[in-house]
């Protein structure tokens, strides 16, 4: 109990058990923002983490009360999940995908991948390919 008996390598004789999660790179964002079928953003930062500054469209719900609000995730959109930096992030999708959600990724790097990406640091970020601009 507790523990997964022969280790990891018990695994390779069960692959039915184990499914690869889907991270999506920051630099490919805006293309996946606009595509056909643009992602739901779900940014599962605090409050006032969301407040310093967010993807522009995303919907914020803390990962602390995510398993209580999933009735506001819609099931008919890819789902991409931010938070800070990542943790957060994978930790969310792996609830989300456990939960029947699909696809589900999360974004590598989170937020300060994003503000890195766009050079900016406290400021809404639009999420289009053309544009990648932030304003305060």
């Known amino acids: ?20 999660s889907r991270r999506r790179p920051v630099a490919d964002l805006d293309e996946a923002l606009d595509s ?18 967010h993807i522009e469209g995303s919907t914020n719900i803390p990962l602390t009360r995510l398993r209580g609000e999933l009735d506001a995730i819609p099931r008919d959109r890819p789902i991409l999940v931010n938070c800070q930096s990542g943790h957060r992030s994978s930790i969310a999708a792996s609830l989300l995908a456990g939960q029947g959600f699909a696809p589900v990724e999360d974004l590598l790097g989170g937020w300060k991948a994003v503000a890195a990406l766009r050079g900016e640091g406290g400021e809404s970020c639009s999420t289009t390919a053309a544009g990648g601009s932030c304003s305060t």
């Open 1 to 20: 109990k507790g523990f997964l008996d022969g280790g990891m390598a018990a695994l390779e004789s069960a692959p039915e058990l184990v499914e690869e």
């Open 36 to 53: 056909e079928t643009p992602p739901f953003v779900l940014d599962v930062r605090s409050a006032g983490e969301y407040s310093g500054g």
